[in-house]
């Protein structure tokens, strides 16, 4: 730990404490007028609330979590506790339509090992599931209000600008991030840093003139240059029938599924060949992170049968469903 710290201090020599503590002034006039301080989440200090806040917004827009997501979970589940206790169905259900599951899994079983409340070191926090270093840093930063260091994406780019990365090695960025950290006042510079990264420095054209950093930036002559854009894989298409199974009596096929993909989750039959019988009622498209998936609906009358996966129209409104699935109900309906 020693180690790391002398290494930290000597690279913080080398790009001048005169200039660091004149960009974290420039930076703190900047938020404290430009700064998006009435997110729910910076409004409070409960670990559980900041947490939340973190994992749904790993994967998903600021604006989608603020408006859909973040208040009516609190209200479901408003304690760790709360969320330890829950059914794993009923969490996903109110995570319903955000995607990337397997945050709610892992944040389920994290509530369940760290109830009634989180720990109170970094260390600790590591050992949660789900919870790698960012998240941990926010947590102390942003809760205990301890001086650690965050690295989401848009403070990577603000990062690789300023020491201009061109290949944006994560134990690098990690070392100049703990270099440019505002100590004294952890909370405000890293909602600062995120805030100039989604508003200023943005991936296309960043608003240089404008940004606090702008003293102490050497990719500000060549800002896009920095970090250098991943060139992304082809993503492959997969083909596949969805079966809609009905019964005599209206009821739904729609069985648990057990993948890491969709883990917990209901989701009608999906097989690669059409079964014998079928109509076909329509098609839908879906696309995940590493594949797109192309699909054909087809519709299957078959007997009643002693299944709990037969599912009534009341019963599937409570089920926790992909947006696939969702779909494919859009066109029952």
Same mark, same amino acid.
């Given at each position: 730990?020693?180690? !790391?710290? /002398? /290494?930290?201090?000597?690279? *913080?020599? #080398?790009?001048?404490?005169?200039?660091?503590?004149?960009?974290? *002034?420039?930076?703190?006039?900047?938020? /404290?007028?430009?700064?998006?301080?009435? =997110?729910?989440?910076?409004?409070? !200090?409960?670990?559980?609330?900041?947490? =939340?806040?973190?994992?749904?917004?790993? /994967?998903? $827009?600021?604006?989608?979590?603020?408006?859909?997501?973040?208040?009516?979970?609190?209200? $479901?589940?408003?304690?760790?506790?709360?969320?330890?206790?829950?059914?794993?169905?009923?969490?996903?259900?109110?995570?319903?339509?955000?995607?990337?599951?397997?945050?709610?899994?892992?944040?389920?079983? %994290?509530?369940?090992?760290?109830?009634?409340?989180?720990?109170?070191?970094?260390?600790?926090?590591?050992?949660?599931?789900?919870?790698?270093?960012? &998240? #941990?840093?926010?947590?102390?930063?942003?809760?205990?209000?301890?001086?650690?260091? +965050?690295?989401?994406?848009?403070?990577?780019?603000?990062? %690789?600008? +300023?020491?201009?990365?061109?290949?944006?090695?994560?134990?690098?960025?990690?070392?100049?991030?703990?270099?440019?950290? @505002?100590?004294?006042?952890?909370?405000?510079?890293?909602?600062?840093?995120?805030?100039?990264?989604?508003?200023?420095?943005?991936?296309?054209?960043?608003?240089?003139?404008?940004?606090?950093?702008?003293? +102490?930036?050497?990719?500000?002559?060549?800002?896009?240059?920095?970090?250098?854009?991943?060139?992304?894989?082809?993503?492959?298409?997969?083909?596949?029938?969805?079966?809609?199974?009905?019964?005599?009596?209206?009821?739904?096929?729609?069985? %648990?599924?057990?993948?890491?993909?969709?883990?917990?989750?209901?989701?009608?039959?999906?097989? &690669?060949?059409?079964?014998?019988?079928?109509?076909? +009622?329509?098609?839908?498209?879906?696309?995940?992170?590493?594949?797109?998936?192309?699909?054909?609906?087809?519709?299957?009358?078959?007997?009643?049968? @002693?299944?709990?996966?037969?599912?009534?129209? #009341?019963?599937?409104?409570?089920?926790?469903?992909?947006?696939?699935?969702?779909?494919?109900?859009?066109?029952?309906?």
């Amino acid at each position: 730990m020693v180690k !790391k710290i /002398q /290494q930290t201090n000597s690279t *913080r020599a #080398a790009l001048g404490q005169a200039r660091i503590k004149a960009f974290h *002034r420039a930076l703190d006039v900047w938020y /404290q007028v430009h700064g998006r301080h009435d =997110l729910p989440w910076r409004l409070t !200090k409960d670990p559980y609330e900041i947490w =939340l806040s973190e994992v749904m917004l790993q /994967q998903t $827009q600021v604006a989608t979590v603020r408006d859909r997501y973040y208040g009516q979970f609190l209200r $479901q589940f408003p304690t760790l506790s709360a969320l330890a206790r829950a059914p794993l169905p009923k969490l996903l259900k109110a995570w319903e339509g955000m995607g990337y599951y397997r945050r709610a899994v892992n944040l389920h079983k %994290a509530a369940q090992q760290a109830a009634p409340s989180l720990p109170l070191t970094f260390n600790e926090l590591l050992e949660l599931p789900g919870i790698g270093r960012n &998240t #941990a840093s926010a947590i102390m930063s942003f809760a205990y209000r301890k001086p650690h260091a +965050i690295l989401e994406a848009n403070v990577k780019r603000v990062v %690789a600008r +300023i020491f201009v990365m061109e290949a944006a090695d994560e134990k690098q960025l990690w070392n100049h991030a703990e270099q440019l950290l @505002n100590r004294e006042n952890p909370f405000d510079y890293n909602q600062a840093m995120m805030d100039l990264g989604a508003m200023i420095c943005t991936p296309k054209a960043p608003k240089c003139k404008e940004c606090p950093a702008m003293q +102490i930036c050497e990719g500000r002559h060549e800002p896009e240059r920095y970090p250098t854009r991943k060139i992304k894989k082809a993503v492959p298409t997969r083909n596949l029938f969805i079966v809609v199974k009905r019964d005599a009596k209206g009821r739904l096929f729609l069985e %648990a599924r057990d993948s890491n993909l969709l883990g917990g989750l209901y989701g009608f039959p999906q097989v &690669t060949a059409k079964p014998k019988g079928s109509a076909t +009622i329509g098609h839908v498209r879906h696309v995940y992170s590493h594949f797109k998936l192309k699909a054909e609906v087809v519709l299957v009358d078959t007997p009643s049968s @002693n299944s709990p996966d037969w599912h009534s129209a #009341a019963d599937i409104k409570a089920l926790p469903l992909s947006k696939l699935d969702l779909k494919v109900l859009e066109l029952l309906a």
